[in-house]
């Protein structure tokens, strides 16, 4: 099935599939940075300014961006940070320290963390330090630069932000916003959280200490805004190399989304989330249907993915009962319907499941 | 059915061995298959997996891994009692045990990230590299930030690695409460009556026909199917049974063909087996030494729950019985049966909501010293002194686990007791003594 055209670039279907597949794949799984921020200008705008503030100006900063899960967090951080390393003196001046609250569990783990990231194991050596704060204004203090009029700009960036809260004492987000409203070292503490409540969980000490500015990544997306990202999503850049199969299969991917029952579909997506996350899933099912001897994706694709997503796992599990195992489950039943949530046993279930066996 | 299994970057061969070993299971095999993708290609960071017992997970995966050579490393979470040793061995299959000694001593996941990151700058993936832990439930309890580390963890180390969770236990159930990133979640059907028939059929004997032995295979279906559908068990219980089916061939008392002479030979026999070795009242040995001994010859089962029937002294059954009556009666009822001028007690002060369960459902409940010894003053007909005979004849009865011992070791002189017994057998200690104990439990007024 393969085209043989002379003068266009033409490759056979199996390659081209594996193209697709593999571009799309960069884009679903690996939630690769797109090139645009789609509909986060102004918060991109609003973080771009105020890192570019602590970078180039030396302006200490600190920032929250909170959002629900999937909706863009990290994307919209590395498209700022991607944006502001453009610029050749922030590139050359500016640090970068990444913490994740999920692996950093322990404010010493997140300070070996910081001096290895730093590059500062050497300078640090086997000093005792007598407190976390002494350990960390030796560290930024080794950051200054040779003329020691001025230090290096540091930016920390705290993901699950609501973990570290977590910690015995917040004794390294005390720090860092006092670091940052100090003056001594121009550093930038960004968090990322999912909690909306995450200011309720910082000590009075800490809240005081941080600057209250919240960038908020709630989605406005409406229902032709979710259809056009789904399209783009799955639609080839311009630059794949068989254009005429890219040309074959945008179009084709277009009618598949004015299909009337996919739209159905969508719209039962879009009211359950609107994230990003549960779209890249329902397009990677969709994905994997494609093959050499299916080179496009089809309506009944999106069906059939939109159907694995949402079967319900508990009647899959109970399908695959025995009979007698099923009848326990109908004496369960009844009793938590009697007893009105009452704990029962199993003496209790083989008595009600007398009536069954006979 | 073996067409089924395509992908481009895989041998076509392999593939083909691969639909071989994968009876039944083509469908999922497929799907796993084209998620992978190809070898080089990324795939999705993690993927749940759920599916009953013996459903084919662990043996899909572990065929698909090895068939086609990719690499991977297979953790079970019983195994892992702590984390370091998911640790140590996710870095020795990857990277090699040099990699795995890199690690500190108790490690946090923080270092695991790091040396993960350091060597796989050194030796990136040209390959997904994927990560299948067994038994996944048991992830939950460990520490809380585990399981969500887990499934981004290709975030995390910027490496082409999945990894993959298998369990019994429905997604529902896992969700930390903040959240965490969503897997891809595939669920293994059970297997149908026809699929069982097809699976089992595979393991027959190479000197008995396919025919005959699909008959057997049938027959046992029909007996245990409405019972229990766990393949593990049927091939348990086949090979089991075969012998006593084959037992009326040998002797040449029927045919092949004759398959309603062998199904009423083997009937009562596999009945028999649902009740003890399918329960694992009998052991497997000691269920074949049976089949083995001649059918006159068999007497009763001696199963797990067979009680003996313990000769006791007098007392100690009067003590027995009246440990039965404190465990299975409210204490409050007490005065009424065993006080002689007991005033009228009104009824219906006593129904509560949860005295609709009786006792004897709900099991037996812990009772103290004194009242057992209250009980047991008012039941023994005669006067009886109490004497240090009398409590060594308790502890005796707790020896003879006939009563447990439930209070906590330091309350030396205000001791708990639990009766273990059952109805019946209370019932016939009773009778040896002439004492209605009917007459005196709660549940039957």
Avoid at chain 2, 432 to 442: P, S
Wanted: neutral net charge; charged residues 25%.
């Amino acid at each position: 099935m393969s085209k043989r055209k002379v003068g266009a670039a033409h490759m056979p279907v199996g390659e081209c599939i594996t193209q697709v597949q593999e571009i799309l794949r960069q884009r679903f799984c690996r939630q690769r940075v797109p090139d645009r921020p789609g509909g986060v200008e102004a918060q991109h705008k609003h973080l771009l300014g105020l890192l570019k503030r602590t970078a180039v100006h030396g302006e200490s900063n600190s920032v929250l961006i909170v959002g629900p899960r999937g909706a863009g967090k990290t994307m919209l951080l590395k498209c700022v940070l991607r944006d502001l390393m453009e610029e050749k003196e922030v590139q050359k001046n500016l640090l970068q320290v990444h913490l994740n609250g999920l692996l950093q569990t322990d404010d010493r783990i997140a300070l070996k963390e910081i001096t290895r990231q730093l590059s500062l194991e050497n300078v640090v050596g086997d000093k005792v330090f007598g407190s976390f704060s002494e350990n960390l204004v030796f560290l930024l203090e080794a950051l200054k630069k040779g003329d020691r009029s001025s230090s290096r700009p540091v930016l920390f960036v705290l993901d699950e932000f609501d973990l570290f809260a977590h910690h015995k004492n917040q004794t390294l987000l005390y720090n860092l916003f006092d670091v940052s409203q100090s003056a001594q070292t121009p550093i930038a503490v960004v968090g990322l959280t999912c909690r909306l409540d995450v200011l309720e969980l910082l000590e009075k000490r800490v809240k005081s200490r941080f600057s209250h500015r919240q960038i908020h990544l709630l989605s406005s997306l409406t229902f032709p805004q979710y259809l056009e990202r789904v399209q783009t999503q799955l639609s080839l850049p311009d630059d794949f190399p068989d254009e005429n199969f890219a040309q074959n299969w945008n179009s084709s991917i277009k009618a598949v989304c004015e299909d009337k029952s996919v739209r159905d579909v969508l719209q039962r997506h879009f009211n359950s989330s609107k994230d990003h996350r549960t779209m890249n899933m329902l397009l990677m099912l969709c994905l994997s249907r494609v093959s050499v001897s299916k080179p496009t994706i089809k309506p009944a694709d999106v069906l059939e993915a939109s159907r694995m997503c949402f079967s319900d796992a508990k009647a899959n599990m109970l399908h695959g009962l025995s009979i007698l195992e099923l009848c326990l489950i109908i004496a369960m039943k009844h009793l938590n319907d009697i007893y009105e949530g009452e704990p029962f046993n199993l003496q209790m279930v083989h008595n009600g499941a007398d009536g069954f066996f006979c | 059915m073996t067409a089924l299994l395509q992908q481009p970057g895989y041998e076509e061969e392999r593939l083909q061995r691969v639909a071989e070993k994968l009876p039944c299971r083509d469908v999922q095999a497929g799907l796993l298959l084209s998620l992978m993708g190809q070898p080089q290609q990324y795939s999705f960071p993690s993927i749940f997996i759920y599916g009953h017992r013996a459903s084919g997970k662990s043996h899909v995966l572990q065929v698909l891994l090895k068939e086609l050579e990719l690499p991977h490393a297979t953790v079970s979470c019983v195994e892992c009692v702590s984390v370091v040793l998911l640790f140590e061995q996710v870095l020795l299959s990857f990277f090699g045990c040099d990699a795995a000694s890199l690690l500190p001593r108790s490690p946090s996941l923080s270092d695991f990230v790091r040396v993960y990151r350091q060597q796989c700058s050194q030796s990136p993936a040209k390959q997904t590299r994927y990560i299948v832990m067994e038994k996944a439930e048991l992830l939950r309890d460990t520490d809380a930030n585990l399981l969500p580390a887990l499934l981004r963890l290709q975030e995390l180390v910027e490496d082409n690695v999945t990894v993959i969770l298998l369990s019994e236990i429905v997604w529902d159930k896992f969700r930390p409460n903040t959240g965490c990133f969503e897997p891809l979640l595939l669920h293994f059907p059970d297997y149908s009556k026809g699929e069982l028939q097809q699976i089992l059929s595979q393991d027959r004997h190479p000197s008995y026909s396919a025919e005959f032995y699909s008959s057997y295979i049938n027959i046992l279906l029909g007996v245990f199917y409405s019972v229990c559908r766990d393949l593990r068990e049927l091939r348990h219980l086949a090979a089991l049974n075969f012998s006593k089916f084959c037992e009326p061939l040998a002797e040449g008392k029927v045919k092949d063909t004759d398959t309603h002479k062998l199904w009423r030979n083997i009937e009562p026999h596999l009945k028999k087996a649902m009740q003890t070795v399918y329960l694992r009242e009998v052991s497997s040995l000691q269920w074949e030494q049976m089949q083995q001994m001649e059918e006159k010859e068999t007497g009763t089962v001696r199963g797990l729950s067979a009680h003996t029937h313990v000769e006791l002294p007098y007392y100690s059954k009067f003590l027995l019985i009246a440990a039965y009556l404190a465990s299975y009666n409210p204490a409050r009822t007490d005065k009424r049966f065993f006080v002689k001028h007991h005033g009228k007690i009104k009824k219906t002060n006593f129904l509560k909501k949860n005295e609709k369960t009786s006792n004897h459902l709900l099991g037996p409940k812990p009772f103290p010293l004194d009242r057992l010894l209250a009980i047991f003053y008012s039941v023994v007909d005669s006067r009886v002194a109490p004497t240090a005979s009398i409590f060594s004849q308790i502890s005796s009865l707790v020896t003879l686990q006939l009563l447990t011992k439930v209070s906590q070791g330091d309350l030396l002189d205000a001791p708990k007791f639990k009766c273990a017994v059952s109805l019946d057998f209370i019932c016939a200690i009773s009778r040896t003594v002439n004492f209605e104990i009917l007459k005196y439990l709660y549940d039957f007024l």
